[in-house]
């Protein structure tokens, strides 16, 4: 099984809503990432976990909250979001290559 | 500081030629150079890993060179048919400590191969 399965696949929230991203895996990885993605840019890290363990916040705000349950699953809670956090969020997990998740599309509104 | 440079951004090409992509990186020793192809509004897919003591690396129509020297990669696509249009990034990860959990994407060539 080499997928990542993300959902939902897309989301529309206020700016005062509460809202979570999910992300499972089942390939024994034991590196995942949250990146997020702009319109006709690269895919830019947010956030490293390594076994289960946050490694590494690339500065994010904190209305975006990870959380690794365990080495199959990976959240993104978000909270009091703005328009301009708007994008799609992608989930990778990786041994070596990565493999990527078809993202979840958010829309804040 | 650390950048990774692919060239164009964007590629047009005839179906059948062979389309060549450019990956330039500075102020990285990379381990390894990898190169996806990300479709609209889809995650990236693993396409090649080159590694740093590898000269050149195959996969069917795809071809990947990587020169640690001049710093670059190249991503060749032979007999390129109109489904092979996407964006191509490559990536790199760096070798120890922190960053070797790092995968940074160059910003991506979108090729269009016309029928």
């Given at each position: 099984d080499t997928e990542v399965t993300q959902t939902p696949k897309h989301l529309v929230m206020g700016m005062t809503n509460k809202k979570s991203l999910k992300c499972e895996q089942?390939?024994?990885?034991r590196a995942m990432y949250w990146y997020k993605q702009k319109a006709k840019k690269p895919p830019e890290l947010m956030f490293v976990y390594s076994y289960e363990k946050?490694?590494?916040?690339?500065?994010?705000?904190?209305?975006f909250s990870p959380e690794c349950p365990n080495s199959s699953l990976l959240n993104l809670h978000l909270h009091a979001?703005?328009?301009?956090?708007s994008a799609l969020y992608l989930c990778a997990s990786q041994n070596t290559e990565a493999f990527f998740g078809q993202g979840t599309r958010l829309t804040v509104v | 500081s650390q950048k990774i440079e692919q060239n164009s951004e964007a590629l047009n090409i005839q179906e059948g030629k062979t389309a060549t992509l450019t990956c330039n990186y500075t102020n990285y020793s990379p381990a390894y150079l990898q190169w996806y192809r990300q479709d609209p509004g889809r995650g990236p897919v693993f396409l090649l890993l080159i590694r740093e003591n590898e000269k050149e690396k195959r996969k069917e129509r795809l071809k990947v060179t990587f020169d640690t020297t001049l710093k670059q990669s190249l991503f060749h696509i032979t007999a390129?048919?109109?489904?092979?249009?996407a964006t191509y990034l490559c990536a790199l990860k760096g070798l120890g400590?922190?960053?070797?959990y790092k995968l940074t994407f160059g910003k991506g060539t979108l090729l269009t191969v016309n029928p």
């Open positions: 089942h390939m024994g990885h946050l490694s590494i916040n690339e500065s994010v705000p904190s209305r979001l703005q328009p301009e956090d | 390129s048919q109109p489904a092979d249009s400590g922190g960053s070797n």
